[in-house]
């Protein structure tokens, strides 16, 4: 499962440094710009320049940037720079990256800032310690009357350095090329970058030690270090050869923002993050949408990726009580896909990862969990891990870990990465990084939550007394456009509810507690079916963030009226229709699937009664009262309208019906024997009912 690839080696960010006060200057200062609150200091760069003059706007004062290129103005001036008294270019200080100053963010053309370049690496005193240094007095362009970006510039100011200081004009090639390595230099060495991973945040660190370029690779969570690997600059791109494999990569670099540097290489993005605020902001701004990852059956080799128990759908992730508590939900039972038969012969697996530890759950139950490390290079198991908890329950995974147990680099940063893969592995064999034969992944999802912000506050006595005598609002038992109370009686061992909005079903529950946030729910009565008597379900309860909800399962049941009809009329009943559920059609006795993507977007299949396939795939909308789904499918204009429906009839199961329209509107498919099912088995029992009174 560990295949580290040259990307963790892209790592990222740093503080592209550099305070300090303006340097000195002209021949009568008659005011001087100390770094406040109101000024900028910034270094002027390809390579930074030192001994360049400049004037800021709110002064009649020309200065030198210091030996390190820096200069300081008030935040709203212009800021011209000159090499003598000859103009070279001139921006506002707000041009550039919060600390550096390019000569490329000057007010001058593309061929004007190739020329100043030029001049600039010509005149440089000292060309061998990675600055470019103005010799002291230097006048010899004062007298001319010629602009960066003229058409006879080369000409005219090779014969002046020529006969001043007796050297040759750079030529544009060469001066563009080291202005770029010369840039990608400043950015790099000896700077700290940080990139955010999937279950990891790191460090890169570029070093020089004469013509040796290092960069190493560090864990900031674990702390483990993977040798230095070499790179090298050239033009505008880093390449860099891993010291353990010897492979080359080659990273080009693209946007740079005052937060972030992008790197490309084939077929992947990397962003550098300059500071670890800055990696810290990126993960709070991405909550949750960014760090949501699911790749639903990413390989679908083998029949038993069909089983829905192998589709992730959420993974969420709290603090209670010291504890970190994560909880995976599937579209089907795990433990029952886990049980089904591998495709390779191998083990079907659910890993769930948090930093270095690493908890597995096979078909047979056996569940174990690994503090594990990277070591030269290699994933290497380490200590099992014992404290922790588990619960597995048809759809649900919930997962505990102390949070003592984790590193407290991740207490620090506050955030902890999550990830779930459902897979086929050979385990206990090494991975095969080049084919991966020993290895299927059916799906994986991925979180990231942040630990000050998702406490929830536990009452200080149980669950019980927190929820006896009282009344909760939601749609746990019916969520199509219902609204139910659960009122608990006085030792929290029975509760009754009731559908107070969009239906009149009652009933009943006994309650037996498993433990402080799991307990047994059995049916005792219920008004509109019967079927479901004597049945039990365990359910997880837990206290909302806000403290305004109860969380049954996952399923939000709010103390008050007015919260619930909120919350369910703007997510929950929308939610039912839409959010990526997968839905099984029964159409005329032919079948299919259909799946409404969050997007807008839907795809499914629709196989007749010959067995011709047809794909689906359009977009759609939802009625104003959710009551109905619009289908407009792309390929041949027809539209499908979805319909919820109830029956008690001899179809049991049925969800929605479907119309089918063709473009001129005309009725197709008729909804009287057409409709979608929640599950599989349900469809195609239905079909073989149509198919028996039809025939």
Not at 179 to 191: T, W
Not at 213 to 239: A, L, M
């Amino acid at each position: 499962m560990k295949n580290k690839t040259l990307t963790s080696f892209m790592v990222s960010s740093a503080t592209l440094l550099l305070i300090g006060c303006g340097g000195g200057g002209g021949d009568t200062p008659t005011q001087t710009i100390t770094p406040t609150s109101d000024s900028v200091t910034k270094v002027i760069v390809d390579d930074p320049i030192a001994g360049l003059n400049y004037l800021c706007s709110s002064s009649t004062e020309v200065k030198k940037t210091t030996a390190k290129g820096e200069f300081t103005c008030l935040k709203d001036d212009t800021v011209t720079f000159k090499i003598g008294n000859y103009t070279i270019g001139s921006a506002s200080t707000q041009s550039g990256q919060t600390q550096s100053l390019r000569i490329a963010d000057l007010n001058l053309t593309s061929e004007a800032v190739t020329d100043v370049r030029q001049i600039l690496q010509t005149i440089d005193a000292n060309s061998d310690d990675g600055t470019i240094e103005i010799p002291e007095d230097f006048d010899a362009f004062d007298e001319l009357d010629i602009q960066p970006g003229d058409a006879t510039f080369d000409t005219v100011v090779a014969n002046v350095v020529a006969q001043t200081i007796g050297k040759t004009l750079v030529d544009e090639a060469t001066a563009n090329k080291q202005a770029e390595e010369s840039y990608l230099a400043f950015l790099l060495n000896g700077k700290t970058y940080y990139i955010v991973e999937d279950k990891d945040l790191s460090t890169l660190t570029f070093t020089q030690d004469n013509d040796v370029k290092k960069v190493q690779w560090k864990s900031y969570i674990s702390q483990e270090i993977d040798p230095p690997s070499t790179y090298d600059i050239n033009g505008s791109s880093i390449v860099v050869t891993d010291a353990q494999s010897g492979k080359i990569m080659t990273f080009a670099i693209g946007d740079e923002t005052n937060t972030t540097i992008t790197l490309h290489a084939p077929n992947e993005t990397v962003v550098l993050y300059k500071t670890l605020d800055d990696a810290k902001a990126y993960m709070q701004s991405a909550i949750p949408t960014d760090f949501i990852k699911v790749d639903s059956d990413a390989d679908t080799q083998g029949s038993n990726v069909a089983h829905d128990g192998f589709e992730l759908t959420t993974l969420q992730a709290y603090v209670e009580d010291d504890k970190l508590v994560i909880t995976l939900n599937a579209k089907g039972d795990i433990q029952a896909a886990l049980a089904t038969q591998p495709h390779n012969g191998f083990d079907n697996i659910l890993w769930i990862s948090i930093f270095d530890y690493e908890f597995g759950l096979l078909g047979d139950g056996t569940h174990y969990m690994t503090k594990e490390h990277w070591e030269n290079g290699e994933w290497v198991e380490g200590v099992n891990v014992t404290d922790y908890t588990l619960f597995v329950e048809g759809t649900t995974v919930i997962l505990q870990l102390p949070l003592s147990a984790l590193p407290q680099n991740v207490l620090d940063l506050d955030y902890v990465l999550i990830s779930a893969t459902i897979a086929e592995d050979q385990t206990g064999a090494p991975d095969n990084d080049e084919s991966e034969d020993d290895e299927i992944i059916y799906d994986d999802i991925s979180t990231v939550v942040q630990l000050s912000k998702s406490t929830i506050s536990t009452p200080t006595s149980s669950m019980a007394t927190l929820l006896q005598n009282k009344i909760l609002y939601t749609t746990i038992y019916n969520r199509i456009k219902t609204l139910e109370t659960m009122t608990f009686n006085e030792d929290f061992t029975e509760a009754t509810w009731v559908e107070i909005n969009g239906g009149s079903c009652s009933g009943s529950v006994s309650i037996t507690p498993v433990d402080d946030t799991h307990f047994d729910f059995t049916a005792l009565t219920d008004s509109c079916s019967s079927e479901d008597i004597g049945k039990t379900e365990r359910l997880s309860l837990v206290q909302g963030e806000d403290g305004s909800y109860i969380l049954f399962e996952g399923q939000r049941a709010f103390f008050t009226q007015d919260e619930a009809i909120e919350y369910f009329t703007t997510n929950g009943v929308k939610n039912f229709f839409l959010e990526g559920e997968r839905f099984y059609a029964n159409v005329d006795g032919s079948v299919g699937s259909l799946s409404l993507n969050t997007d807008g977007t839907y795809t499914g299949t629709l196989i007749t009664n010959e067995n011709d396939t047809y794909l689906l795939g359009g977009t759609y909308e939802v009625s104003s009262d959710l009551d109905t789904i619009i289908l407009h499918n792309s390929s041949d204009n027809m539209t499908i309208t979805i319909t919820y429906k109830e029956y008690s009839d001899i179809y049991e199961g049925e969800i929605f019906s479907l119309e089918v329209q063709d473009s001129d509107g005309n009725i197709v498919i008729n909804p009287i024997d057409s409709y979608l099912y929640k599950d599989a088995t349900q469809r195609d029992d239905a079909r073989a009912q149509y198919i028996a009174d039809h025939s």
